[in-house]
């Protein structure tokens, strides 16, 4: 007997995107407002939308591009990392949004048995992309009450005593759904315990546009960290889907990172 028909146990154990349960319940209701997805109500740059218009004819835009992105995009990106993010060792790679980065990153850095770490309330995507690649094992800190900021003592006990040690901790800051910013003692904390277990750390700054009170958003560096962030939110390119990693280590660990990307996806960016 064979098996058409049937899916993969990874696909029907993967949960069922919290934007399509939301809809359900929406159905057939009247006044309401949605806070499940987060889309701004603004349109992209108006330069950006008169390049497109122009570039549209060009033939290279049609053909494939360079798993990497465009050489003037990436160089763009860097200058912005430098400047922005304070991020100078990094390199860069474009990719088809931040969530594609996100499924590239677990597909290069772990196998099906191993263990990872992510912080309540969490992005729903993220705990999606775990399951869909067979990364089931997903241990889930709590944050604090008052603040919902990651519980670092939680990560530090949990990164001692599970063995094998978690291969990946993720964090998203500004956080989805929490909306609170990390502070950077406590980031840097969380880095400090991740480097010194000798796992990664992956953070996702789709938010970093995203600050009130005052507040700076602020990027780590170090060769176990890798950063992630998207043109959807503050750029309203929702659809355009654009998103960029940056890594220290960008040479030697994401050259699988290409491979993975190239087969999975190409991005005229
Ligand atoms: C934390 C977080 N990361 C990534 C994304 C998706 O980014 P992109 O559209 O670049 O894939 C979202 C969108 O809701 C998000 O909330």
Redesign the pocket.
């Known amino acids: 007997m064979g098996s058409f028909g049937m899916l993969a146990k990874r696909a029907l154990l993967t949960d069922t995107p919290v934007m399509v349960q939301i809809q359900e319940l929406m159905r057939g209701v009247k006044d309401y407002v949605s806070l499940a997805?987060?889309?701004v109500y603004w349109q992209p740059p108006k330069q950006a939308l008169e390049k497109v218009q122009q570039l549209v004819w060009e033939p290279v835009i049609s053909r494939y591009g360079a798993d990497e992105g465009l050489p003037e995009l990436r160089e763009a990106l860097l200058k912005k990392l430098q400047q922005e993010n304070n991020l100078h060792r990094s390199s860069v790679m474009v990719?088809?949004?931040?969530?594609?980065?996100?499924v590239n990153i677990v597909l290069t850095l772990c196998d099906a048995g191993d263990s990872v770490v992510m912080f309540a309330p969490y992005?729903f995507?993220?705990y999606m992309s775990f399951q869909m690649t067979g990364v089931t094992d997903i241990l889930v800190g709590p944050g604090d009450p008052k603040t919902l900021h990651p519980d670092a003592d939680w990560l530090e006990r949990t990164l001692k005593d599970t063995k094998p040690t978690p291969k990946l901790v993720t964090v998203?800051n500004p956080?989805?759904p929490s909306g609170t910013y990390i502070p950077q003692p406590l980031l840097q904390r969380i880095s400090d315990l991740c480097r010194d277990a000798g796992c990664w750390l992956v953070v996702?700054n789709?938010?970093e546009y995203f600050m009130y009170d005052g507040l700076k958003h602020v990027c780590l560096e170090a060769d176990h960290i890798v950063n992630?962030f998207?043109?959807?939110?503050a750029y309203g390119m929702?659809g355009w889907?654009?998103?960029y990693v940056s890594d220290v280590m960008f040479d030697k660990n994401f050259k699988c990172f290409g491979q993975e990307k190239s087969s999975l996806c190409f991005c005229f960016a």
């Open positions: 997805q987060g889309v990719t088809a949004g931040a969530n594609q980065a996100f992005y995507n993220s998203v956080g989805n996702d789709t938010y992630i998207s043109f959807s939110k929702m889907r654009v998103g």
